[in-house]
């Protein structure tokens, strides 16, 4: 009787396993997944410290660290606790920072002067960490909206933001930053032509080498609130960007404006922000094939630690598959808030 029902037991499950391989045709995709092992072995995209750009903001003063309140985690620092920043990423194997700066209002204007100043924040920064940490690359944001009192990337006249002579402003900008040894500069203002301009600006003055990262394609985005908290810029907008960046339906369109920077010389290119646009990501890394990068924006960070602080998500794995995304999706790296966080999760092997 018993082995009876065994008999009957396994000719059912040989029958059911022979229908499955009938509808699979032997191929199980499970048999790679089974194991850990297995897993490491078949594994197609990896997300390295390689991979990481840390994105840090500045301040004047000294020992300053002004947490920013929709951001929980992340600093203002003044310049001499940016270095120490900047010498902890090194030693975590971190390639590059980002710098940004919050300066005081009394230096903001209708032109964003300030930026044009050889010894403004910006440039103090980049001399500091470059003395101190010389092995980091840093890449500067050449807009001008930290230093205008309306929080445009440009200069308003009349109610517009006038194209040609913002131009004309960060490219001379850029020039400042690369005196004071920024390795690439990354214009993220979106107007037209000023990628020409900086190459030819930086060539002129004898900055063949550093490079340029395009925001390529910077789209008119709800995702970037918690930043404009954090270069103190909130309270000054009026009005939106939507004269100057992408229109978030647009993909050919994003297309078409990052090859005009191909075309004006970027050596890499950013898709901004990230994971709503990873369609962008893969377009670009198609088409051009240049090195190409997604900043996850402020708000893509706060999210994530707002939902991990509610005890909704598993914030380190969020965190750490998001990233990955990026690199799934053509990047060759990340801009990102979590660098240091993510680094740390990667030597541990958590990667
Ligand atoms: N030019 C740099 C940015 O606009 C960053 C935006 C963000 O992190 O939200």
Redesign the pocket.
Known sequence: MGDKIRNTAAGLAAAAASDIDEITGHRRMRRTRAADWSRRLTRETRLSVDDLIW?IFVVPGSNVLDPIEAMPGVNRMSVDKAVEAAKMAADLGIPALAT?PNVEMHRRDQTGSHALEPENLINETTRAIKKAVPNIGIIT?V?L?PFTDHGHDGILRDGEIVNDETVRAIAAAAVHQADAGADIISP?DMMDGRIGAIRRALDAAGHHNVSIMS?AT?FASA?????REAIGTSGLLKGDKRTYYLDPSNANEAIRDAGLDVEEGADMLMV??GLVYLDICRALKDTFGLPTFA?Q???E?SMIKAGEAAGYIDGERIMMEKLLAFKRAGCDGVLT?FAPEAARLIAKGQG
Do not use: L, N
Request: aromatic residues 34%; charged residues 20%; glycine residues 10%.
């Open positions: 994105p940004f944001d807009a909206d993220s925001y910077k995702c970037y609130g918690p930043y901004k922000p900043y924006v402020s708000g960070y808030y």
